[in-house]
């Protein structure tokens, strides 16, 4: 773990969970419990939670997503509330990526807050559109969700 370049790798150690549902809590109005993380870890032909560690956080941030054939689905992606705005986010998803292109994912889709911003400017910064809405779909509060996707393009 260098302290200079952050590092996004699987999670592998059970107690980087603990890091993982922390920022689940600080960052999600209706946070995915640690019985959810640990079936679907159980599931690892489908699920991957990634990492991003730094020099001063050893998960900084996380994104869990399924596979599906040649497709993902990215089901959450937060960073540290502490370390925010210093481009983790931007980091963890293009690590996330190029991991899914090395498995044969062709093809990233997610939801995201129609309100949030700050997710919106990172995933259309990295190729993602919009491709459709699913109305009332997030509760506390109730709001619209964005479907964005995106082409995963083969690691160079």
Request: charged share 25%.
């Amino acid at each position: 773990m260098s302290a200079h370049r952050p590092v996004v790798e699987p999670l592998a150690d059970p107690t980087d969970l603990n890091g993982v549902l922390a920022i689940e809590e600080a960052s999600f109005h209706n946070p995915t419990t640690r019985e959810w993380y640990e079936a679907e870890l159980a599931r690892p032909e489908v699920c991957s939670v990634y990492v991003i560690r730094t020099g001063e956080a050893r998960v900084a941030g996380f994104a869990a997503f399924w596979q599906v054939q040649d497709e993902m689905h990215i089901n959450n992606l937060a960073v540290d509330p502490r370390w925010r705005g210093r481009g983790l986010g931007r980091a963890l998803l293009r690590g996330v990526l190029s991991a899914a292109a090395g498995r044969g994912i062709r093809r990233a889709t997610l939801e995201v807050r129609r309100s949030n911003t700050p997710a919106l400017r990172l995933y259309e910064g990295e190729g993602f559109t919009v491709v459709g809405v699913r109305p009332g779909y997030y509760a506390q509060p109730v709001e619209d969700a964005l479907v964005l996707a995106a082409a995963v393009e083969s690691p160079r």
